[in-house]
């Protein structure tokens, strides 16, 4: 028995409102999105885009983060309940289940009608979104930890958590959160998978964004951080699932889970793309992308202008 394992019994609702409980990972949501936006705004200001670049990146981006991790679920882990009546995935949203690899495949679909709509490379606006996806990705982790979820298997580490709303959940509802120490004391110590994971895309950001700022990746090698991110992200994933539970039972004897086969395709992508980027000749021209984009917003606006004049009159 480990007696150094640190107790978690948090306790997933942030707040009641009437019947309505606002958890935690909501909250962790909020805050991923929010540092999304706040460093988008600062790259974006960087570069000399204007304000309404991010808007336009905002709505598309949340827009395919949501629909892909929510869909990217029922498809992946629970297709037998979903594809049968697949209205659920809407009606049944509360009772959880959110993809990440949905959510990233949502997120390049929405780049793509965001570069649509604003005239700028594909390849930019990926690697734009791999500088904030690191640290959004290590924000819901913490939503997932405040959850007691994607828990890892048992350890004798000295950092392993007691996750007592996991482990003895009925207990738990019992005495509504004060669990018996002697109840606490049979719950396993396990690998805290969350924060591994935290960690490695903390790491993962740091290093992108030191890549942005110091060498001006994003505008002289177009593609090498998508490819980081996608190498650091679904990497790590991939190695941290092996110290994690199984979460469906269908994954029950299985090699690898279904976690690792997803992160597959996007490890090879992320290598193809650096393997590309570093290439091809690094771009002198940074400013082409930005000063292309801001003449287009020009003469859009133009056209704006003259046929509101030809209303007015």
């Known amino acids: 028995m480990n007696f150094l394992s ?8 942030l707040v009641m409102i009437g019947d309505l409980d606002i958890r935690w990972y909501g909250l962790m949501w909020a805050l991923a999105i929010l540092a999304a936006e706040r460093i988008c705004s600062m790259t974006f200001k960087h570069e000399g885009l204007p304000p309404r670049t991010l808007e336009s990146a905002f709505i598309w981006i ?13 498809l992946f882990y629970e297709p ?20 990440s690899h949905g959510a990233t495949i949502g997120i390049i679909l929405g780049i793509w009608f965001f570069v649509r709509r604003n005239r700028l ?9 791999a500088i904030v996806a690191p640290l959004s990705g290590a924000i819901i982790r913490l939503g997932n930890l405040f ?12 950092w392993g958590f007691k996750f007592v709303y996991h482990d003895a959940r009925q207990a738990w509802h019992q005495y509504g959160g004060d669990v018996p120490a002697d109840i606490i004391a049979d719950i396993p110590a396990r690998h805290p998978a969350q924060l591994y994971e935290a960690l490695c895309y903390l790491i993962t950001f740091a290093l992108i964004l030191w890549i942005y700022y110091r060498w001006d990746a994003g505008r ?14 679904f990497l790590t994933r ?16 299985w090699a690898l889970d279904m976690g690792q086969i ?3 395709p996007f490890i090879i992508i992320g290598i193809i793309v650096i393997i590309y980027s570093l290439r091809r000749p690094a771009v002198t021209d940074i400013h082409a992308v930005v000063n292309y984009a801001n003449k287009a917003y020009a003469e859009e606006d133009k056209k704006k202008n003259k046929k509101n004049g030809k209303r007015g009159k």
């Open 121 to 129: 490379p594909f390849v930019w606006g990926l690697d734009r979104i």
């Open 262 to 264: 997803l992160s597959l």
């Open 80 to 99: 037998e309940t979903y594809l049968p009546e697949p209205w659920r995935i809407i009606t049944d949203i509360r009772d959880g289940g959110m993809a």
């Open 238 to 253: 991939f190695f941290i699932e092996f110290l994690k539970e199984r979460q469906e039972a269908f994954e029950e004897g």
């Open 6 to 13: 640190i107790v978690w019994n948090w306790d997933p609702t």
């Open 220 to 233: 002289r090698r177009p593609g090498l951080l998508f490819g980081i991110a996608m190498i650091g992200i």
């Open 62 to 74: 949340v827009l395919g983060t949501f629909i892909g991790a929510r869909v990217g679920h029922c």
């Open 147 to 158: 959850n007691s979820e994607i828990v890892g298997y048992p350890t004798d580490a000295p």
